[in-house]
């Protein structure tokens, strides 16, 4: 599977304006509603299930990145945004070091599979440091495509 299958650039947000770690999933959930991918539930009920999720043990995977996810029935394919931060967001990560880069993941309830297989996809790629460096370091939706195309090309 490659990233570009999945990830919604219509959603892609270069500098998010949230400081916090809720606010930044609101912001990154609003934006995939924008783009038309919730289906039939509200930025709310989307941002809450991530939420509560994300409580009952942090996606703050270290390095910098967290990968927030959750299943949803109103969801009917898998679907990510990324948003990146110029300040750090704190979301309790492993190394205890801030997040700057936000890889937001939802996937159909029913379909346990195409959610493994998108997150496979997502920790291949942040294992590499110059996918993580570059993420981090973009500032526009171009770099951040230009990024995603250059992962998926190595693939």
Excluded: W
Aim: net charge negative; hydrophobic share 35%; aromatic share 4%.
């Amino acid at each position: 599977m490659k990233l570009a299958n999945f990830i919604c650039f219509d959603a892609v947000i270069p500098r998010l304006k949230a400081t916090g770690r809720d606010e930044a999933i609101l912001e990154l959930v609003t934006s995939l509603h924008d783009a038309g991918k919730l289906g039939g539930a509200t930025p709310s009920e989307i941002t809450e299930a991530v939420i509560k999720r994300e409580n009952e043990a942090s996606t703050g995977i270290g390095k910098g990145v967290a990968v927030p996810h959750t299943k949803h029935g109103s969801i009917k394919d898998v679907i990510a945004t990324i948003g990146c931060s110029e300040q750090d967001i704190d979301f309790s990560s492993l190394d205890k070091q801030p997040t700057y880069s936000i890889i937001l993941l939802l996937s159909p309830s029913d379909n346990a599979d195409r959610h493994l297989q998108a997150m496979e996809t997502i920790f291949k790629n942040l294992q590499k440091d110059d996918f993580r460096r570059f993420i981090r370091q973009a500032r526009t939706l171009e770099d951040i495509k230009e990024t995603i195309t250059d992962a998926d090309a190595e693939e």
